[in-house]
């Protein structure tokens, strides 16, 4: 049976569509609003999903619209939009590097912006508005050492695999330092926020990161084709007119800035990069990067996670982050022991 179509329009263009991977991410577009609207309802004052819906149509009571416009909305809408950007940035990575583990959580990007806001947590004291930049910051600068360690006549797999681990180890350890350094208070705030938690998030979180997919998504959609080029080795996708280093160079960037504006805004939520793409590869059972898939992936793993963390432990009580590394452990270690049997590691 064919899964794939050629569909041409009027004017001459002919795009294929593989019907699966359509499917299958159409499938995670609703599972992750249906859980999205559910969230929305769950807290200390629960909310009918129906209400939810009403409310968000401009037809709900005073009350209803501050509790979901004005407190739980946001916080959805970051969680989706950091599980987005997650899904993305590690469908990139894992592309680029060919390989499995080659995620930001691996690379040492989270452990990177983790400094970032610890430098402005212990040393300034910084707001949170101050801290999140800190983070951006952070994440950005590492993505950057990483690439220049890992340069050598071009940017390989393995390598920047590697690289990305030597630094998550130099970095963890300078993150441990800077803990040691801060008095109790700032100790504290420093450990909840690297947990990784939507609590507290508002629209100030929601529009930097808006504004980021408005610009990052098209450019990444764009080198689509020669991402999937990518994965056939630097020396086949020259062949077929691709210019590897400068195409591997933007698309690592732009997975460096969905990184660390995401744990800008909600911390370093753990494995969410990692498992998203290769859960949405399973799904469409598709070769290539599966980048909207992998998107929507990520996006409906925070958004559920978070919505069992609510209703299991309280809005305020277990951070999202807790819930994703519980999964995301054991998908590595069952990732692992995969890829041992199957002689790749």
């Known amino acids: 049976m064919k ?9 001459g263009l ?8 359509a499917v299958v991410v159409a499938v995670l577009m609703v599972a992750a609003l249906a859980a999205s609207v559910v969230l929305i309802g769950t807290g200390d004052f629960p909310i009918p999903a129906l209400d939810v819906l009403r409310t968000l149509a401009g037809h709900g009571d005073a009350g209803q619209e501050f509790i979901i416009n004005d407190l739980r909305l946001p916080r959805v809408l970051v969680g989706l939009l950091v599980g987005g950007a997650l899904g993305l940035s590690g469908a990139l990575f894992q592309s680029i590097s060919r390989n499995p583990l080659g995620s930001p959580d691996v690379l040492g990007l989270n452990q990177g912006a983790t400094a970032g806001a610890l430098v402005m947590i212990v040393i300034f004291g910084g707001s949170a508005t ?66 990784g938690s939507l609590n507290g998030r508002g629209w100030e979180q929601v529009w930097p990161l808006l504004v980021l ?37 933007l698309l690592l960037t ?13 911390g370093p939520v753990v494995f ?38 609510q209703r299991m432990f309280g809005a305020d009580q277990l951070p999202v982050g807790v819930v994703t590394g519980v999964v995301g452990g054991v998908y590595l270690l069952w990732l692992l022991v995969a890829e041992r049997k199957a002689g790749r590691i």
């Open 130 to 195: 101050q801290v999140a930049f800190g983070a951006l910051v952070g994440g950005l600068v590492t993505g950057l050492a990483i690439y220049v360690l890992a340069w050598k006549r071009g940017v390989h797999g393995y390598r920047l695999v590697l690289v990305g681990i030597g630094v998550s180890a130099f970095v963890t350890a300078v993150n441990g330092y800077l803990l040691t350094k801060a008095d109790f208070v700032d100790a504290a705030r420093a450990t909840v926020w690297m947990t």
């Open 254 to 266: 732009a997975s460096v800035f969905l990184t660390a504006a995401a744990t800008a805004a909600a």
């Open 272 to 309: 969410v990069a990692l498992t998203a793409p290769q859960i949405a590869r399973r799904l469409t059972k598709s070769p290539g990067p599966n980048l909207m898939a992998a998107t929507w992936m990520g996006a409906t793993l925070l958004i559920v996670a978070d919505l069992v963390s």
């Open 3 to 11: 899964t794939t179509k050629a569909i041409r329009t009027p004017g």
């Open 213 to 249: 997919f408005a610009v990052l998504v098209p450019v990444v959609a764009a080198f689509g084709r020669p991402l999937r080029m990518l994965e056939m080795g630097d020396d086949a996708a020259g062949a077929l007119g691709i210019r590897v280093e400068r195409t591997r160079l």
């Open 14 to 21: 002919s795009v294929r569509l593989d019907v699966r991977s």
